[in-house]
């Protein structure tokens, strides 16, 4: 059974920084996507970033360009979402995914990604 573990999320003045972990176990595969996608209240989810394990070919919503950076340690199956320069609207619960797919992922919706964490909160104060 895969299990998706995310830590690293609190509470953090705007133009502040935060980073998030996810860690994945209980799957053998070594090519596989893993993605950041977030949920604000009262929005639909959205992905935020996303990286091909095996290549590290990555995604960014055009929302976190430049300043948020998504890097992998394939030995420990886990993924780093560095965020800076944080601003409000980043508040939301972060939620880390796997697709075991990696030849096609819905990076914007996280729709075809098969198992989740349980989010973690990050809320940037104005």
């Known amino acids: 059974e895969v299990q998706v573990v995310e830590s690293g999320g609190g509470l953090v003045q705007a133009g502040g920084s935060l980073r998030l972990s996810c860690a994945a176990s209980?799957?053998?595969?070594?090519?596989?996507?893993i993605g950041w996608f977030r949920q604000a209240p009262g929005k639909e989810r959205e992905g935020v970033s996303c990286?091909?394990?095996?290549?590290?070919?990555?995604y960014y919503a055009d929302s976190v360009k430049g300043r948020f950076t998504i890097s992998r340690d394939n030995a420990k199956n886990t993924v780093y979402l560095q965020m800076n320069s944080l601003k409000p609207e980043d508040t939301a619960v972060y939620y880390c995914a796997v697709d075991l797919d990696p030849y096609y992922s819905d990076y914007e919706t996280g729709a075809d990604f098969e198992s989740w964490g349980q989010g973690t909160q990050v809320t940037v104060s104005s």
């Open positions: 209980g799957f053998t595969f070594d090519d596989y996507t």
């Open positions: 990286i091909r394990t095996i290549t590290g070919s990555t």
